[in-house]
């Protein structure tokens, strides 16, 4: 079954750092690339960036760039989001998407709280 | 550039219903449009892609399309089930290969 599986719910304190993981099942994560897209609270979609499953390219958003690291690990078929200097503000659910986004891991929802 | 959809829009099942998406600037043919339908508590998914192709599992009762006239693109759901009502997305790519999401629709079956 073609899956994009991403880790469990985090809670975590501002100022800290979380990393969100996203294993493709089904395919090599290689062919592919992946896209981060984070969700607030009744609030829309926000793109974060995108990572070449490939050569491990990136393409940040500016509102992200120098506080968020994509990464993939091929040995695992898995890509990383890890975001920096945390705040309330980053409260919210974060999805990995292939690439065309026509597959979506299930969410993470990251609670930044003091 | 933004895109910009309306906050909601309600119709009664069986109707049509037709959702706006207005680029700001630049064309709306420079990159293609895409549709994403989220329901509540659920991952978003692709009804349209392509600006008026459908993946394999959506009904036909949903189409997409682009006007240049108007710079807009719209997705149109025909035949209004109940299972439709949800958050409806357009995005599309800015020069730098980034993806820029429309602000949402929410769609109500009364």
Redo the contacts between chains.
């Keep these: 079954q073609i899956q994009l599986l991403q880790s469990a719910h985090e809670l975590t304190r501002p100022g800290a750092s979380v990393r969100v993981s996203c294993k493709a099942s089904g395919y090599t994560l290689s062919t592919y690339g992946i896209t981060w897209v984070r969700q607030g609270a009744s609030q829309g979609l926000e793109w974060m960036g995108w990572i070449s499953g490939y050569t491990g390219n990136t393409n940040y958003a500016p509102t992200f760039q120098g506080r968020v690291t994509l990464s993939r690990d091929p040995s695992t078929n898995t890509a990383f989001l890890e975001v920096a200097r945390l705040t309330s503000d980053d409260t919210a659910v974060y999805y990995c998407a292939r690439d065309g986004f026509d597959l979506w891991g299930q969410g993470t929802r990251v609670t930044v709280s003091a | 550039f933004t895109l910009t959809q309306p906050h909601s829009v309600s119709e009664f099942p069986g109707g049509t219903v037709t959702i706006s998406c207005a680029r700001s600037s630049g064309s709306i043919g420079t990159d293609y449009v895409?549709w994403?339908q989220?329901r509540p508590g659920s991952?978003?998914?692709?009804v349209i892609?392509n600006d008026d192709s459908r993946?394999s599992g959506v009904p036909g009762r949903f189409s997409g399309s682009v006007d240049s006239s108007s710079n807009s693109a719209s997705l149109t759901i025909s035949e209004l089930h109940s299972d439709d009502e949800a958050d409806y997305?357009c995005?599309s790519y800015d020069d730098?290969?980034?993806?820029?999401?429309?602000?949402?629709t929410q769609v109500t079956v009364l």
């Design positions: 895409q994403l989220q991952a978003p998914s692709t892609y993946p997305y995005l730098n290969n980034r993806a820029v999401f429309g602000g949402g």
